[in-house]
């Protein structure tokens, strides 16, 4: 079992930054791919971004790419999101997940979720 948590949310201008994290305890976090999720109102929830195990493999939603980072530091059992140039349509609901052997986008193959941090971004 792994039990995941979410930090730094918040509200933020059109163009500003955040920085998402991800904290794990329980289970071997290094075995799991890891990627970040995200809903919006009225809309199902969406693959962000994916960092394979050992970090070696990052795949990223095709509207996030350039401007949001993925990255994990097994040691400290924790993965992050670096958002820049946040833009209105990024205001959401943000998850992090853990699951399968592969980065996979579909939220269903992934076995843990946090409970998620608001991002909402004002224009």
């Known amino acids: 079992q792994v039990q995941l948590e979410e930090a730094g949310g918040g509200l933020v201008q059109a163009g500003g930054s955040l920085r998402l994290s991800c904290a794990a305890s329980?289970?071997?976090?290094?075995?799991?791919?890891m990627a970040w999720f995200r809903q919006s109102p009225e809309k199902e929830r969406e693959f962000v971004a994916g960092?394979?195990?050992?970090?070696?493999?990052?795949y990223y939603k095709d509207s996030v790419k350039g401007r949001f980072t993925i990255s994990r530091d097994n040691a400290k059992k924790a993965e992050y999101l670096q958002m820049n140039s946040l833009q209105s349509e990024d205001t959401a609901v943000y998850y992090c997940?853990?699951?399968?052997?592969?980065?996979?986008?579909?939220?269903?193959?992934?076995?843990?979720w946090g409970r998620g941090t608001q991002v909402t971004v004002s224009s």
């Open positions: 329980g289970g071997t976090f290094s075995t799991y791919v």
């Open positions: 960092i394979g195990r050992n970090g070696g493999s990052i």
């Open positions: 997940a853990a699951g399968p052997l592969v980065i996979v986008t579909t939220a269903s193959r992934y076995t843990y």
